[in-house]
């Protein structure tokens, strides 16, 4: 294949800067629109026709569709399409894979070219295959068309080959962003519809525990369903805090418990009286299994704070946390109330706790010197990071919280 007499190295020279400004295009546009315009314009102008375009296999695999193109008149990009068969010079390069190349389409009697291609005087072609990704179908057909009869070089089909290839990888990149966003919409919508069903499921519960209390009146079991409702209350309070923001793989322990701890007082507030509340707590970012267990931890001491801590209705309650030695963690919960009773008779909510504090390996030390004081001591796992500096040397324990 001959060609015409051009400048083979000023347009080889040509074409490589083509290939340069097209793939930078196609790293940074996440417009498949943009691209592939801007693949026709450029391509075009690189090979002095000014008139290419892309056809789109479409989901029958028997039509291709002029997806995007450069120097056409209106009613082609976007509605003229070309029937994928043996008479197809875009069919036949979708079937062999290989560039198909008509330099006189008016004396090429292989292949049936299709009207528009005449009405615009189209004399040459060459068409190139734009595969598919990891043995997905082709994605279509890059032609460059020429007014001019006995036009394209074998430089100018090697050229094209990388052109299209550089157009495949672009339309991968953005058909896997695509899919990736689909997946992480679905993935919202399921963990969205998740918790719905998880609110409606606890409010259902609470309702039927309500209904019992009511019917048990003041009973002892009235008060023990009371107390019931409450921990479920409060289990919805910690979903809530923990899935509000959609996170699924790490949580930030310094807005969840910092917000729990808020909303626990202001939910107890009309019963609680003037409660302070200081939170003094490091951003650690934790998996959400071991967060649920240490949030009903915080719902557990707190509830019975505010419930039996103070007499006149007035104090403070704290909650700290805080780097400990040999990569540990200490979280402290403390009021200045009366402190725990000398007979201690392990209730259910410091069963619950104990319970708590085993499913995330957590020990557990209880103080009652000046009010009460709890506090728990973990490992830090893999990927669990906590934002404050160096730990305390091995030894030495954390100061007492003044009340």
Same mark, same amino acid.
């Given at each position: 294949?001959q060609?015409t007499n051009?400048? $083979?190295?000023?347009?080889l #020279?040509?074409? !490589?800067q083509?290939l340069a400004?097209?793939?930078?295009?196609a790293?940074?546009?996440n417009?498949l629109? =943009?691209i592939?315009t801007e693949?026709? %314009?450029l391509v075009g102008s690189?090979?002095?026709t000014?008139?290419?375009? &892309?056809?789109e296999?479409?989901?029958d695999?028997?039509?291709?569709?002029?997806?995007a193109?450069?120097?056409?008149?209106? @009613?082609?990009v976007?509605?003229?399409?070309i029937a994928v068969?043996?008479? $197809?010079?875009?069919?036949?390069?979708?079937s062999?894979?290989e560039?198909?190349?008509?330099?006189?389409?008016?004396r090429d009697?292989?292949f049936d070219?299709? +009207?528009?291609?005449?009405r615009a005087g189209v004399?040459?072609?060459v068409?190139?295959?734009i595969?598919g990704?990891?043995?997905q179908p082709p994605y279509?057909?890059? =032609?460059?068309?020429?007014?001019?009869?006995d %036009?394209?070089t +074998?430089d100018?089909?090697h050229?094209?080959?990388?052109?299209a290839?550089?157009v495949?990888s672009?339309?991968?990149?953005?058909?896997?962003?695509? *899919?990736l966003r689909?997946?992480?919409e679905e993935k919202?919508?399921?963990l969205?519809e998740?918790?719905h069903?998880?609110?409606?499921n606890l409010?259902?519960? &609470?309702s039927?525990?309500?209904l019992? !209390?009511?019917?048990?009146?003041?009973s *002892?079991a009235?008060a023990?369903l009371?107390?019931?409702?409450?921990?479920?209350e409060?289990?919805g309070l910690?979903h809530q805090k923990?899935y509000? $923001?959609?996170?699924?793989?790490?949580? $930030?322990?310094d807005a969840y418990?910092g917000?729990?701890?808020?909303?626990?007082v202001?939910?107890r507030?009309?019963e609680?009286g003037n409660i @302070?509340?200081?939170?003094d707590?490091?951003?650690?970012?934790i998996?959400p299994r071991?967060?649920?267990?240490l949030?009903?931890i915080v719902?557990?001491?707190i509830?019975?704070?505010?419930k039996?801590?103070f007499?006149?209705g007035n104090?403070?309650i704290?909650?700290?946390?805080?780097?400990?030695?040999?990569?540990?963690v200490?979280l402290?919960?403390w009021?200045?109330?009366k402190?725990?009773?000398q007979? %201690?008779?392990?209730g259910l909510?410091m069963q619950? &706790? *104990?319970?708590?504090?085993?499913? &995330?390996g957590?020990a557990?030390?209880?103080?009652?010197?000046h009010?009460?004081? #709890?506090t728990?001591?973990? !490992?830090?796992?893999?990927? *669990?990071?906590?934002?404050?500096?160096?730990?305390?040397p091995?030894?030495?324990?954390d100061d007492?919280i003044?009340g």
């Amino acid at each position: 294949m001959q060609g015409t007499n051009r400048d $083979s190295l000023g347009e080889l #020279l040509e074409q !490589q800067q083509t290939l340069a400004r097209f793939g930078e295009l196609a790293l940074k546009s996440n417009d498949l629109d =943009e691209i592939l315009t801007e693949a026709c %314009r450029l391509v075009g102008s690189a090979l002095h026709t000014n008139l290419a375009k &892309i056809l789109e296999l479409q989901k029958d695999r028997k039509t291709l569709l002029v997806r995007a193109g450069f120097g056409w008149g209106p @009613g082609i990009v976007g509605k003229a399409t070309i029937a994928v068969g043996p008479t $197809s010079s875009a069919g036949h390069a979708i079937s062999t894979g290989e560039p198909v190349v008509s330099n006189e389409i008016g004396r090429d009697d292989r292949f049936d070219h299709p +009207e528009f291609l005449k009405r615009a005087g189209v004399r040459a072609a060459v068409n190139t295959i734009i595969i598919g990704d990891d043995g997905q179908p082709p994605y279509g057909v890059l =032609e460059v068309d020429s007014r001019t009869p006995d %036009r394209f070089t +074998e430089d100018d089909i090697h050229f094209l080959r990388t052109y299209a290839n550089l157009v495949a990888s672009a339309v991968a990149r953005l058909r896997m962003i695509g *899919e990736l966003r689909r997946e992480a919409e679905e993935k919202a919508h399921l963990l969205e519809e998740l918790q719905h069903r998880v609110r409606n499921n606890l409010q259902a519960m &609470i309702s039927l525990v309500r209904l019992q !209390q009511r019917r048990a009146g003041g009973s *002892e079991a009235a008060a023990e369903l009371a107390t019931i409702a409450q921990r479920i209350e409060a289990l919805g309070l910690v979903h809530q805090k923990l899935y509000a $923001s959609g996170e699924v793989a790490q949580l $930030s322990l310094d807005a969840y418990l910092g917000e729990l701890s808020a909303s626990l007082v202001q939910f107890r507030a009309p019963e609680a009286g003037n409660i @302070g509340l200081v939170v003094d707590v490091e951003d650690m970012q934790i998996e959400p299994r071991r967060a649920l267990p240490l949030g009903l931890i915080v719902n557990e001491f707190i509830v019975n704070s505010l419930k039996h801590a103070f007499d006149h209705g007035n104090g403070t309650i704290g909650i700290r946390l805080k780097a400990g030695p040999s990569g540990t963690v200490r979280l402290t919960l403390w009021d200045d109330g009366k402190g725990l009773p000398q007979q %201690r008779d392990g209730g259910l909510g410091m069963q619950l &706790i *104990e319970g708590f504090a085993q499913q &995330i390996g957590a020990a557990v030390e209880w103080d009652s010197n000046h009010g009460t004081q #709890l506090t728990l001591t973990l !490992q830090r796992e893999q990927g *669990e990071a906590l934002s404050v500096g160096d730990a305390p040397p091995a030894g030495k324990a954390d100061d007492r919280i003044p009340g």
